[in-house]
């Protein structure tokens, strides 16, 4: 009878061990499962946030401009381009203007670069591709107003 019971015990401790591995791999599953979803969910956010952003800046290039405008030209330019009080005194274009817009871009990279009456020369200090953009991003200022 004693033996009886002891392997009774025995066989029992091994079935409750079977169960815990069980448990314990279902837990396991559980936690795989709610990690992928979490997962899934993060990049699906991600994606929702971030293709809004992207047509919002419609280039890198155009940000870059944006911002070599505001370092170089907004002292004068204003960074709307209609001048700044400083270049009011000197009598800076409104860029956003039909006079400076009706300039083709060939002319206006080679204002930038070369400069012209109290306008500074940037050659040395923009790559072309740089002031290409500024005149990108001088027809831009055109379209805001
Ligand atoms: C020190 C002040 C100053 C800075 C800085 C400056 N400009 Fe000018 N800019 C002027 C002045 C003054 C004029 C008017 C020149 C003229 O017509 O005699 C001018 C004219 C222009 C024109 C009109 C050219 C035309 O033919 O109508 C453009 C385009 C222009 N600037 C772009 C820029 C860009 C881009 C930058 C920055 C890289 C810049 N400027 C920086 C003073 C400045």
Do not use: W
């Not at 009886?4 to 069980?22: L, M, N, S």
């Not at 837990?27 to 979490?38: E, G, M």
């Not at 740089?130 to 379209?143: E, F, N, W």
Request: glycine share 6%; hydrophobic share 40%; net charge positive.
């Amino acid at each position: 009878m004693s033996v009886g019971r002891k392997r009774r015990t025995h066989k029992d401790a091994i079935e409750e061990f079977k169960k815990g591995k069980i448990m314990l791999r279902d837990k396991y599953r559980h936690a795989l499962v709610c990690t992928s979803t979490i997962l899934m969910a993060l990049v699906g956010a991600l994606i929702f946030v971030s293709v809004p952003m992207v047509r919002a800046n419609p280039s890198p290039d155009s940000v870059a401009a944006s911002a070599t405008f505001r370092t170089k030209c907004a002292m004068c330019h204003g960074q709307d381009g209609a001048g700044s009080a400083v270049g009011k005194s000197m009598n800076v274009p409104d860029l956003r203007a039909p006079m400076v817009q009706n300039v083709p871009d060939a002319e206006l990279a080679q204002v930038i670069s070369n400069g012209k009456g109290g306008m500074p020369p940037f050659k040395s200090s923009l790559s072309e591709d740089q002031i290409r953009a500024l005149v990108t991003h001088i027809r831009s200022l055109h379209q805001k107003k």
